[in-house]
């Protein structure tokens, strides 16, 4: 690997490093969320610093360069990183729509406690 293209990724790697450990420090990022991101910044290093292991990996597959190497798998762990959110979104989903309908429960027996006349406020 050319020393320009070896410098860029591991100030990528780093990088990714250090924003992930600021959202995390700043509370924009959950700690159950950052391990994905801190996975893509090790794999960069790890594949920078080892650059015999991408090529063995590119063997292995039956790529023909080694950049095919880095797409595919930078592919299927945008693919991967994908997939785990759509499956937390879908639990997201399911939880508000209980609880809406939780919500709507206790109104409702409010209201009919109260004789129907007070108007909807809050819990």
Request: glycine residues 4%.
């Amino acid at each position: 690997m050319p020393i320009r293209q070896k410098i860029f990724a591991i100030i990528v790697g780093v990088l990714i490093f250090l924003v992930i450990i600021e959202l995390v420090r700043r509370k924009r990022l959950r700690l159950e969320y950052s391990w994905l991101w801190l996975l893509t910044g090790a794999t960069i290093l790890t594949l920078c610093f080892s650059y015999d292991l991408l090529l063995y990996l590119t063997r292995l597959i039956g790529a023909v360069t080694s950049t095919t190497t880095l797409f595919l798998f930078a592919f299927l762990l945008l693919l991967s990183i994908s997939l785990h959110f759509s499956v937390r979104i879908s639990s997201l989903q399911t939880t508000v729509k209980t609880l809406s309908q939780e919500i709507a429960l206790i109104r409702g027996e409010r209201s009919d406690s109260s004789g129907g006349s007070e108007p909807d406020r809050p819990l």
